[in-house]
């Protein structure tokens, strides 16, 4: 087991990706601690599937756009486990739509989740992690941040700014012990993207000829999350079928 009693904080937990790396991470021995923000009912049906696995894991619902909620997180993650070894940076929502057609309130509602999450989530265990002398943060961005998206300047740009963050705040702890990189997904198959009417024109872009599981994105969150890559920081690794290339 690559994570073995290691404590992690996955955010926006009970779907898509964010489900994929709660599983992984238990698979691989760690305690995890996800948030939600909605349904209470998904979120005790992973906690349930996490006992039969014989993993241990906790649950709490929280609004990562809030830097209270986020400061909520982290000491509930201590009150229950006593470290904070890993963050996942994943929760985030997209709210698409052509620039001239964009509300001020839908440009806002995506950096404050998308963004300011992060920031808030970071800020909230950086201070433990200091002390500790070791973690390791990953934030979850997207091709749409390399290589910007049409209909998409709010989401791709709040991905663009998850890599600031990145570098800036793996310069920043490196000399702590704290790693900090970023995984890009391409399109992979999750709710977010079970309806784009375009799919099938998108496969035909991507040299791989397929969207990605959320399962293969979990395995290089194991992988970064490890100490098979203790010496990679401020880094940004695509999972996208070769899509930006």
Known sequence: MLLKDKVAIVTGGTR???R???FELVQNGAKVLFTYLKSDESAGIILD???ELKGEAEAIKADVRLYDEAK???EETLNK???IDILINNAGIIKDKALMMMEPSEWLDVINTNLTGYFNMSKA???TMMKQKSGCIINMSSIAGIVGMPRQVNYSSAKA???GLTKSLAKEV???GIRVNAIAPGFIETDMTKDLKQKDDLVKIIPFGRFGKPEEVAKVVTFLASEKSGYITGQVLKVDGGLAI
Request: with cysteine; proline share 0%.
């Open 161 to 163: 700014g998850e890599l």
């Open 16 to 18: 898509g990706i964010g």
């Open 20 to 22: 994929a790396i709660v």
């Open 125 to 127: 265990c950086i201070v």
């Open 49 to 51: 599937e996490i006992k």
């Open 81 to 83: 486990f006593g470290k």
């Open 72 to 74: 909520k997180v982290t």
């Open 174 to 176: 490196a000399s702590y």
